[in-house]
Every structure is written in structure tokens, then in C-alpha cells.
Nanobody, 130 residues
Framework: QVQLVESGGGLVQAGGSLRLSCAASGRTFSTYAMGWFRQAPGKEREVVAAISWSGATTNYVDSVKGRFTISRDNGKNTAYLQRNSLKPEDTAVYYC???????????????????????WGEGTEVTVSS
């Protein structure tokens, strides 16, 4: 079993930057695609970005393209979400997740469906003030 722990959340002003980290336990982290998701108050959880197991392929939801960057360091069992030009609408609890039962095809492209992910961290809260 892999455990995921997010960190780096907090309060930031609009236009600012924050980097979120997702630390994974277990030796097999490098074999899984990984995704960042967020859930704003009163809304459903949505994908923000996803990255393939190798880090070669990344995917983003349209609302964060050009502002957010997902990356991973498999040697450190850690993934990151660099978020720039933050907006109040980015306020949410951010979660990282991996798909332990995800097929290799989806692992290779960084699947973006929330249904493909079955191992979740507890989340880190981000508030962007206007």
C-alpha cells in the first residue's frame, strides 16, 4: 500500500505562487501515474493536472494551463504542483492521488479521469485572497 501526504497549502494573495508537494511512501510510487485534484466548497472534486509514471507526459485542465506545472521526482518519491498567477477561484482543498489499479496504457499518458485514481492523500487547503 502507498500512502500520500500533501503539503504546501496556505493563504496567498491573488497573483501569487505556491508549490504543493505530495510525498509518497512505498517503493512503487514511480510505477504509477499521479494526479492533482481539487475540491472547492460546494463543488465536486475535479482534476487539475496529471502526470505519467515516467513524468514524460502531463495533462492539465484548461483553467490552469499556462499557470500550473505538475512534475515528479521518482528518486524522492515526490510529486509537485507549481501554481503561479493564482486566482481566487483556485481556492480549494488540493489532493494528490495515484491509480494503483490503473492499466499501463493509462499510466503512460497520465490519465485524467477521477475514476482512474484509487489511492488518495488527505488534502491540503489553499486559499487565494483577492
Amino acid at each position: 500500500q502507498v500512502q500520500l501526504v500533501e503539503s504546501g497549502g496556505g493563504l496567498v494573495q491573488a497573483g501569487g505562487s505556491l508549490r504543493l508537494s505530495c510525498a509518497a511512501s512505498g517503493r512503487t510510487f514511480s510505477t504509477y501515474a499521479m494526479g492533482w485534484f481539487r475540491q472547492a466548497p460546494g463543488k465536486e472534486r475535479e482534476v487539475v493536472a496529471a502526470i505519467s509514471w515516467s513524468g514524460a507526459t502531463t495533462n492539465y485542465v484548461d483553467s490552469v494551463k499556462g499557470r500550473f506545472t505538475i512534475s515528479r521526482d521518482n528518486g524522492k518519491n515526490t510529486a509537485y504542483l507549481q501554481r503561479n498567477s493564482l486566482k481566487p477561484e483556485d481556492t480549494a482543498v488540493y489532493y494528490c492521488a495515484i491509480g494503483m489499479t490503473m492499466g499501463w496504457g493509462k499510466r503512460a499518458v497520465g490519465a485524467t479521469s477521477i475514476d482512474d485514481y484509487d489511492c488518495w492523500g488527505e488534502g491540503t487547503e489553499v486559499t487565494v485572497s483577492s
